[in-house]
Nanobody
Framework: QVQLVESGGGSVQPGGSLRLTCEIS????????MGWYRQAPGKQRDVVAA???????VRANPVTDRVSISRDEATNTVSLQLNELKTDDTAVYYC?????????WGQGIQVTVSS
């Protein structure tokens, strides 16, 4: 059974930074994308950034210059660095790992940006 556990969320003032980490347990083989999505109240869940097994990175347009993503195969973790946070970044952030045949989600972690 694959489980994803997010950490690092919380409250921060505009302009601040947060680092989210997702620890993935269980057996994951083959080519995968590990990524982060977010969902604000009343909105759909959208991708923030994702990174493939080969290191290819995709980022959503609203956050392209303010986020970085990395994955560590040895520890099976994927991290998201959020910089210059804005109030619009307030959302529940979800970790995701997927292949061509399956997808797994974390339970989500709250990020609140307010003054």
């Amino acid at each position: 059974q694959v489980q994803l556990v997010e950490s690092g969320g919380g409250s921060v003032q505009p302009g601040g930074s947060l680092r989210l980490t997702c620890e993935i347990s269980g057996s994951i083989d083959g080519f995968t994308f590990m990524g982060w999505y977010r969902q604000a109240p009343g909105k759909q869940r959208d991708v923030v950034a994702a990174i493939s097994s080969y290191g290819v990175i995709v980022r959503a347009n609203p956050v392209t210059d303010r986020v970085s993503i990395s994955r560590d195969e040895a520890t099976n973790t994927v991290s998201l660095q959020l910089n210059e946070l804005k109030t619009d970044d307030t959302a529940v952030y979800y970790c995701n790992v997927r292949s061509s045949q399956w997808t797994y989600w974390g339970q989500g972690i709250q990020v609140t940006v307010s003054s």
